[in-house]
């Protein structure tokens, strides 16, 4: 079963101090937290604040080759 899901916060885990991106299911409350690393972290900061990168980064530049293919993802 599919869900749609938006991202509710990035936080810390405070026993790990690992980064987590926390998920909130849009028909329910249900959360879906994430542990991720910290340049995924970093990633997901800069997107949700809309700071855009100096340069493309790696994902972004697949995805326009994908998409400059005729490709959908």
């Known amino acids: ?3 749609e899901m938006k991202i509710r916060g990035l936080l810390m885990d405070p026993t790990t101090n690992s980064p ?3 998920l909130k299911d849009l028909d329910t ?3 879906l937290p994430i542990w991720v690393g910290p340049f995924e972290a970093n990633a997901i ?3 949700i604040e809309k700071i855009a990168p100096q340069r493309p980064m790696t994902h972004d530049l697949l995805r326009n080759i994908i ?3 005729g490709g959908i993802i």
């Open 67 to 69: 998409a400059q293919m």
């Open 45 to 47: 900061a800069s997107e």
């Open 29 to 31: 409350d249900a959360m």
């Open 20 to 22: 987590i991106v926390l």
């Open 1 to 3: 079963m599919e869900r």
